[in-house]
Structures are given as structure tokens and as C-alpha cells.
Nanobody, 115 residues
């Protein structure tokens, strides 16, 4: 059973930086796809950034040039580097991985950006 644990969220001022981490356990760290989503109160959960097994990445337009998704196979960890944070980035952030047709999710970590 795949387990994901996020960390790194917190309160930061606009323009600040955070790095989210997602440690994956329970299976060999070779997912078919990995991604970060976020969900603000009262809104749907949206894709922030994704990375394929081949290393190709994609980003939501709202975070392009500010956020970077990456992985570290040695530590079974996926990262989301978030720079130039804006108040509209405030949300719960979730990591997810896909093995075959099955997606597994973490519990989420809160990011709050003050103006």
C-alpha cells in the first residue's frame, strides 16, 4: 500500500518562499506519474504541477515561472519549490502518485500567504 506524507507548509508573507516535501513509501519509488494539487476553501482541487516517469513537467498557468516540481529518488521524495508566493496561493496542498491506474494521496499540508 502506497503512503504519502507531505510537509513544509506554513505561514509566509507575500513574495516569500516555501518548499513542500512528499515522502512516498510502500512501493518502489518509480511511479508512473506524480503531481501536486491544491484546494482553497470552497473551491475544487486543482492541479498545480505534475511530473511524469520520464521527467517531463507541466504547470498550472498561475504558477509557471514561480513553482518547480522535482524528485529525489535517493530519498523517495517529491518536492514543490514555491517562490514569489502570492495570497492567492493560499490553500491546502496535496501530493499524489499514480502506479498503473491507481492514484494515491497524501493528507495535505496548509500553505497560507499573507499580504
Amino acid at each position: 500500500q502506497v503512503q504519502l506524507v507531505e510537509s513544509g507548509g506554513g505561514l509566509v508573507q507575500a513574495g516569500g518562499t516555501l518548499r513542500l516535501s512528499c515522502v512516498v513509501s510502500g512501493r518502489i519509488f518509480r511511479p508512473d506519474a506524480m503531481a501536486w494539487y491544491r484546494q482553497a476553501p470552497g473551491k475544487q482541487r486543482d492541479l498545480v504541477a505534475g511530473i511524469s516517469s520520464a521527467g517531463s513537467t507541466n504547470y498550472a498557468d498561475s504558477v509557471k515561472g514561480r513553482f518547480t516540481i522535482s524528485t529525489d529518488n535517493a530519498s523517495n521524495t517529491m518536492y514543490l519549490q514555491m517562490n514569489s508566493l502570492k495570497p492567492e496561493d493560499t490553500a491546502a496542498y496535496y501530493c499524489t502518485v499514480r502506479y498503473g491506474s491507481t492514484w494515491s494521496w497524501g493528507q495535505g499540508t496548509q500553505v497560507t500567504v499573507s499580504s
